[in-house]
């Protein structure tokens, strides 16, 4: 059993997810038994509002990159146990929060987020809903009714976050025992999603166009040197990975990523001996 945690250089956009696609699609083809993992994620539903849509259908909060993860993995694993915590978020009413741009792009838990699944549960803000434009209010009614959500204030948003990264660690384990090959997805740029993700043989840091391969056991000790072991979601990449030598550099084009499974399996098989 081993698991790959891949880690974004930059706040957005790194390319996480499309080096785990092209890496699942490997593995599968070399008819490697690969499980995934999205133990914290967020979407926002205008921007990506396919998957807003598509939790409506399913009755079921569901962000894309969990969803892409699953799909390609052709998985048979629930998926709130792949991503056991996922965030709904929508950008306020301009008018209602003052023409403060600020508030309108942030990405706050505190008033962005309007629904939220722990696992199976999930719970709304009607706070934060209210801050929404009518007709954003009518796109999420939908799912408001099909999700059956417990109601939560703002402020408890972050606690319950909180508690959901606990449970990441159990299902993150459950995955891990199951399959031969687990790829962690982790979110934005930080360090890791939740603590058990730390356990993992290898890390992958991403940007546009370079990855490199991380020694798991160092890029944890690192961590540790620098923060709270217990919190690795408070570091950010950027503080850990110049501190490390790469076990091994790439350099790829839009999407095209090779070669960076064999390079993973005989590290792997190295590490082994």
């Not at 409506?56 to 892409?68: A, N, P, Q, T, W």
């Not at 799912?143 to 959500?149: F, M, V």
Request: glycine fraction near 6%.
């Amino acid at each position: 059993m081993a698991s790959l945690l891949i880690v974004g250089i930059l706040p957005y956009d790194s390319g996480k997810t499309t080096l785990a696609l092209s890496l699942i699609r490997e593995a599968l083809e070399h008819g490697i038994d690969v499980g995934v993992a999205k133990p914290v994620s967020g979407f926002n539903g205008w921007y990506q509002y396919e998957y807003l849509l598509k939790s409506v259908e399913f009755g079921f909060l569901i962000g894309e990159d969990s969803y892409k993860l699953h799909m390609m993995a052709k998985s048979s694993d629930p998926i709130y146990l792949e991503s056991p915590v996922t965030a709904l978020l929508l950008p306020p009413d301009p008018e209602r929060v003052g023409w403060k741009s600020s508030s309108y792009t942030a990405i706050s838990y505190h008033t962005n987020v309007v629904l939220l699944r722990i696992l199976e549960d999930h719970f709304h803000v009607p706070d934060n809903i209210k801050k929404l434009t009518r007709p954003m209010q009518e796109v999420i009614a939908p799912l408001i009714e099909a999700t059956k959500p417990l109601e939560i204030k703002a402020e408890d948003v972050q606690y319950l976050i909180m508690e959901g990264r606990e449970e990441a660690d159990r299902t993150l384990e459950i995955i891990r025992d199951h399959h031969e090959l687990t790829i962690i997805e982790s979110y934005n740029n930080l360090a890791a999603p939740c603590a058990s993700a730390l356990n993992s043989d290898l890390v992958i840091a991403v940007a546009p166009g370079k990855a490199v391969i991380l020694d798991g056991e160092r890029y944890k000790k690192a961590i540790h040197a620098i923060s709270n072991l217990r919190e690795p979601w408070r570091v950010v990449t950027e503080d850990v990975v110049p501190l490390l030598k790469p076990l091994k550099k790439f350099e790829f084009k839009p999407g095209e990523v090779s070669g960076l499974l064999n390079s993973v399996l005989e590290i792997l098989e190295a590490k082994t001996f």
